[in-house]
């Protein structure tokens, strides 16, 4: 998945390049087949923010630790919104996790050919702008938390 790259960070050893989604790619000055040469300079670098690379962590669904809540559903039970039932995403930068609280439900993200059952013990991660749904299996109860990365990430 194609996610933009919106700051730089160096450790030690390397560069990563900060892209939209929350997750950080590595990003070295040469590899045996490719060479970044404007890693080296400030300049070079700013000229790549925005430019898209591919994103396997969220292809992966993998949360990142620096994620904070910001907001939370009420529980739905045997009414839930239409919306969630049918294709719908979060907007750039927003996670979400959905937690059952009883019962099951289906979770079905067509993009990467992945469906989960999600359970009280198995949450769902929701990739941002991924088009998903949900349905229930049985009678369920549950709440959808979103989450956005920490201002702090992104000094």
């Known amino acids: 998945m194609q996610r933009k790259i919106v700051g730089y960070a160096q450790d030690t050893s390397a560069w990563y390049a900060l892209l939209e989604c ?38 992966r669904f993998e949360w990142q630790e620096n994620f904070i809540a910001y907001k939370r559903t009420p529980e739905f039970t045997t009414t839930i919104p239409a919306g969630l039932l049918k294709d719908h995403s979060t907007k750039a930068g927003v996670w979400a996790r959905i937690v059952i609280l009883a019962g099951r439900l289906r979770y079905r993200v067509e993009a990467f050919d992945a469906s989960f059952e999600l359970t009280p013990e198995q949450p769902g ?19 959808v938390e979103f989450y956005r990365q920490s201002d702090a990430t992104n000094a």
């Open 125 to 143: 991660v929701v990739v941002p702008e991924v088009l998903h749904f949900i349905a229930p299996l049985g009678e369920v109860r549950f709440f």
């Open 22 to 59: 929350g997750h950080r790619q590595p990003a070295r000055q040469s590899t045996p087949l490719i060479e970044h040469a404007w890693l080296a300079s400030a300049e070079e670098r700013a000229g790549h923010l925005g430019q898209a690379l591919e994103c396997t962590s969220c292809e």
